[in-house]
């Protein structure tokens, strides 16, 4: 996000680029993650919070600097189907997870 902030293809706020019609699903009316961005501890569950309290802290060093994903402008999670601006692009950055279900997936960062 701070990277397409900063760039003069996007919008110049944070807000802006995170409400892009079709741009952070999350963001979309009617998502199921919709609740979690509008109050991310909603649920009073530890680990909710505790994932909050983790990404804050990603967040406080993006905002002061730290890049870890190599300029990226672009993600998808591999528990979609690749988006089509991905399908002919190569990740500048893969990161593997395990989901809330045990099974492996990854998130691929493209800078377009």
């Given at each position: 996000i701070k990277n397409r902030v900063e760039s003069p293809r996007w919008p110049n706020s944070y807000w802006e680029v995170i409400t892009a019609p079709l741009q952070f699903s999350a963001f979309n009316v009617g998502d199921n993650n919709r609740p979690y961005v509008e109050n991310?501890?909603?649920?009073s569950n530890k680990t909710d919070k505790k994932a909050w309290e983790h990404a804050y802290d990603i967040a406080g060093q993006v905002l002061n600097g730290k890049?870890?994903?190599?300029?990226?402008?672009?993600?998808?999670?591999?528990?979609?189907?690749?988006?089509?601006?991905?399908?002919?692009?190569?990740?500048i950055l893969t990161i593997s997870y395990?989901?809330?279900?045990?099974?492996?997936?990854?998130?691929f960062f493209y800078r377009l």
């Open positions: 991310p501890l909603y649920t890049d870890t994903t190599g300029g990226a402008n672009h993600y998808y999670d591999d528990s979609i189907d690749p988006p089509h601006w991905a399908k002919q692009e190569t990740p395990l989901n809330r279900l045990g099974k492996n997936q990854a998130i």
